[in-house]
Every structure is written in C-alpha cells, then in structure tokens.
C-alpha cells in the first residue's frame, strides 16, 4: 500500500518569496512520485515527475522537487513566487503493481499575495 | 481537439435521473481513468480501464456504471445517486498500460465535470 501526506492544506505568500510545499510519502516498492497542479474551473496538469535516476527534478513553471529516499520526501519548490502561480498543488505516488494508479496527497492551495 | 475532453463540464440532476458523463482522449492513449474529486478528501480513484478492459474497480457504488466502448471513450453512467456522490469527476488517461513498470505512466486529465445531485 502507499500514502501520501502533504504537510499544510494551504501555504501563503508573497510575491517573489522562496514557494515551499512539503509531501513526504510511504511506499513499500521504489516509488514514482508526481506533483499536479489544480488552477480553478480545471483539471490536474503534471508540474515534473520523479523515476529514476537524477534526484533533483525541474518541471515546468520554474519549480522543482527533490527525492530524498532517507527522508522519504519529495517537497516542490520555487526561488520566486509569481502571482499566477496561486494554485491547489498534488503530490502522488505510484509503484509495484499499482504503477500507472496514483495516490494523491490532500492538496495544498498556494495563495501569493502582490 | 487535443488532450482529455469531458463532457457536460457541469450537471445537476436529481436522485432519480439517470445521467451520463463523457471522456474522449485524442493522444493514442491505452489507459483510461475515473477519478473523484470530493471537497476536503484527496481525489479517490474510482476505475481503471487497459486496452478497453476494466482492471480496477475501487470498491465504488453499483450506482455509478463504467463503460469504455474503444481506447479513445470513457463514459460513467450514473443512476439514482445520492447528494454525497456531488463532487468534481475527471477523467484521465495514460500511455503505459497499468501494471507495466514505465516511465510512461504520466495521467493526463481532462477539466473534470461538475456534478451536483439535488
């Protein structure tokens, strides 16, 4: 079985600050992880992924996340915040059998304030 | 058109309507995807279907009936529902067949539709 728990349902803050949404994950297989990202009225859109290797991931949008297996984390980040970046975030895993079949984390809304 | 396409984006129907709602995807995709959307609850896989064969049904009420006619369709018939069974229900799909180990698992949603049951 797998879990995915994303520490603070929602995060603000100011335009050009550090953006920081922590997901930290259990998987009992070397696990696939994901962040979507929800803008309002749509549906989820892949932000960057993590399969193997390399374990600094940048996606789209300048952010990027990093697996840290000993810490079984996988938190997103952002240098600079921009206003369009308001948003709900999803952190997912996948792995073993079930890969393909993602587990989401609860979301967190990103507000970023002028 | 391109992507995930879902239709009606929104749908109001009372507990003895029998509604459907549609998902065609147009990027040669096997993998197709209900998922549901509850307000405060992480989103709740509901079926999976591969090569048009149902392969995960996750425990989800008789009153929401899958059907997947070819690779490129997904319909969720809904009958009799119930006010909790309001919430957003998106659609996706995915290039590597469920159960593979690949890289190509990436789900690609659609904007989802909005159901609300009076």
């Known amino acids: 079985a797998q879990s995915v728990t994303q520490l603070g349902s929602h995060v603000s803050v100011s335009e050009g600050a550090l953006v920081l949404l922590r997901c930290n994950y259990s998987s009992s297989v070397p696990p696939y992880l994901f962040w979507y990202v929800q803008y309002p009225n749509q549906g989820l859109q892949l932000l960057l992924k993590y399969t193997t290797g390399a374990t600094l991931v940048k996606g789209i949008n300048g952010f990027e996340a990093e697996f840290k297996k000993s810490e079984t984390s996988f938190h997103l980040t952002k240098p600079s915040a921009h206003m369009s970046d308001a948003a709900e975030y999803f952190c997912?895993?996948?792995?073993?059998?079930?890969?393909?079949?993602?587990?989401f984390g609860q979301g967190t809304i990103l507000t970023v304030h002028p | 058109e391109t992507g995930v396409t879902q239709t009606p984006r929104h749908l109001v129907m009372g507990m003895t309507n029998k509604k459907s709602l549609k998902c065609e995807q147009h990027l040669g995709h096997n993998a197709m995807y209900w998922y549901k959307q509850s307000a405060k609850k992480p989103l709740e896989l509901m079926f999976v279907y591969n090569f048009k064969e149902q392969t995960e049904n996750n425990s989800v009420p008789s009153r929401f009936s899958p059907e997947c006619p070819n690779s490129s369709h997904l319909f969720l018939h809904l009958h009799t529902l119930q006010p909790e069974d309001s919430a957003l229900y998106l659609c996706?799909?995915?290039?590597?067949?469920?159960?593979?180990?690949?890289?190509?698992?990436?789900?690609?949603f659609g904007a989802g539709s909005r159901l609300t049951v009076l």
């Open positions: 997912a895993v996948s792995g073993g059998t079930s890969y393909g079949k993602l587990t």
């Open positions: 996706a799909s995915s290039q590597g067949a469920v159960g593979r180990v690949s890289g190509a698992n990436v789900l690609t």
